[in-house]
């Protein structure tokens, strides 16, 4: 509410400022329009970099956080030897493997969805005049 009484005032201050006889309607309006987007300039300009502090502090408090998590829980800790190798090894072939498997999907569906539009299409094409 704050933003329309300003955007409000500033019209009405530009407004009443200008003699009337003087300067013609649209000129008015002009310097209007020029004050409000220059108000909203400043006031989108504070807000970003209030947002952005804010986010910035919110990070880092989520970070901190995450991390004592892991401190306390003994995550994120690695494994080494010959145990760490296998279970990285069998993360690496799980992935590849889903990897394929999308990829096998997805250009499936992609050259079923190419071949009913280019029948739909001569159908179309068949039904018309």
């Not at 909203?40 to 919110?58: D, F, M, P, Y």
């Not at 901190?64 to 279970?87: C, F, H, N, P, Q």
């Amino acid at each position: 509410m704050r933003i329309q009484h300003i955007f409000t005032a500033a019209a009405l201050a530009a407004f009443a400022a200008a003699p009337a006889g003087a300067q013609s309607v649209k000129k008015v309006g002009s310097e209007v329009h020029h004050a409000l987007k220059k108000t909203g300039r400043e006031i989108k300009e504070v807000g970003g970099e209030v947002g952005s502090a804010t986010h910035k502090t919110l990070s880092k408090a989520g970070k901190d956080t995450k991390d004592e998590l892991k401190r306390s829980t003994g995550g994120g800790v690695k494994i080494g030897g010959d145990v760490g190798k296998v279970a990285k090894n069998v993360s690496k072939e799980s992935k590849r493997v889903g990897r394929k498997s999308k990829k096998a999907l997805k250009s499936g569906s992609s050259a079923a969805h190419k071949d009913l539009t280019k029948a739909g299409k001569e159908a179309k094409e068949t039904v018309k005049p």
